[in-house]
């Protein structure tokens, strides 16, 4: 971990200041002086015999803003929407869709009900409504199957079913005895959720699933329960177990639909604020999965593995990403301002986006059978286009996955693709809203830049959220 404080990327706005900075980090990344509209990023590409248009693609996002019962509201449908218009060839879950009411992670995510079906057909209409408006070609979609398992909060308070026993998240979760954990049954049911879940989605018209195993939970956290005895822990057989039989339940109720997994590829120990407010480890004795055994470093051996077999298994394509939001965010979403129960970086957030790019080429090399969509390049900012353009370039990955910055600037891969100048105003600058609001019980979005939210009462709340927090 590099111990230099991070600088604003606005201060970095020639390559060879940018390149000077990489290098002071000790990184590289490759970075094109132009970008050129109909080169790399424009080119299509096939995930299962389906021509994907171009090589942007919308990352999951929710917004905590369903309705008590799983819905989608107008709130869901606008962010669909705009997931069209941004003109991506291939749109990545949507956001997470949780597969039983228990497995929520708050109680305004979506979730499977009474109506999946048809909610499912309202949301995909939506989105290709707005891809139409724009005059783009329908996206490539697929919805995230979850299960929350250790941060699971259905009624808003912690109600935790994890895989083992954590010597460090038990107490962030107050699990201090062995109930909340998963029986084996309890999982073999699980398994068939999923596919009920996936075959509403193949109903409702969706190109593929994603059978979750990122952020710290459940599909994720299984990876790493070497503690657990029976079918589902101990080697990499069994924590694979469970994603590998999601995997094949799914198939076989949907056998039209694509299957993709988006997986924490790495993960670290958990951190917490130190005295400074700087992120510190909390070490644990536990190996996080595509972890070395320090719990600060990357070991992809285990992940390759769990490639190969996903690959064998049929699985399309696999959508990077690293670690978990509640535990260790620096390496998920590498941003300058923390949310309000967060940390300040401890490391300049290049580090976290060269990190998720290195492994990402280093997966895609050694597995030419699976499509691969990368995570973590919103921090970037003005130069996420040259850096996008360099490493589709380059073969170091398939599609460039958009999170924050699609809900700051959702048309950005529009423009990219016609050759238009950035909005420089919508760029996300990492502020972490969209993060602290929903932390504070209120629904997500880019309250600093999306007037929409601007606009809401939320927006004065969450001001005096973090004037508080701040004081
Ligand atoms: C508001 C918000 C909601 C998110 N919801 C999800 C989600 O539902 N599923 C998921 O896998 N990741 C979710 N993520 C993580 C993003 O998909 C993405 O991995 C992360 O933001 C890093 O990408 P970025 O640098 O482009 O933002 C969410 C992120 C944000 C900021
Ligand atoms: S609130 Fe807006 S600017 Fe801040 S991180 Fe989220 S998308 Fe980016």
Known sequence: MSALRAIKMTRLGTREKLEARLAELGVSLPIDDAVDASGPLAQSFDVAGHAVANRFSVLPMEGWDGTADGRPTELVERRWRRFGESGAGLVWGGEAYAVRPDGRAN?????????????????????????????HAAPFLGLQLTHSGRFARPEGTPAPRIAFRHPVLDARVGVADASSVLSDAELDDLIAEYATVARAAERAGFDFVDVKACHG???????????????YGGDLEGRARFLLRSIEAVRAAAPSLAIGVRLSVFDFHPFKPGEDGAGVPEPAAHTPFGGDAVGLGLDLDETHRLLGWLA?????????????????????????????????????????????????????????????VGSAYTYLQEWLPNVAQALVRGGHVDSVGLGRMIL?????????????????PLVCRTFSDCTTAPRNGLVSGCYPIDPFYKRRPEAERLAAIKKGASA
């Open 107 to 135: 109680p305004q995510q979506l979730c499977a009900n009474a109506g999946t079906e048809a909610d499912l057909v309202r949301l995909r209409e939506t989105l290709l409504a707005g891809a139409a408006d724009h005059g």
């Open 217 to 231: 939970y459940l599909g994720h956290e299984l990876l790493s329960a070497r503690m657990r005895p029976g079918p």
């Open 312 to 372: 064998d298994a049929g699985v399309a394509l696999v959508c990077t990403t690293a670690g978990s939001p509640y535990y260790n965010p620096h390496i998920q979403r590498p941003a300058f301002y923390p949310p309000s129960d967060g940390y300040r970086p401890p490391e300049d957030p290049l580090v976290g986006v060269v990190r998720q790019v290195e492994a990402t080429a280093d997966l895609r090399a050694r597995h030419p059978g699976l499509r691969f």
């Open 408 to 424: 700051s600037y959702p048309t950005l891969p529009g423009d990219v693709l016609a050759g238009r100048d950035l909005e420089r």
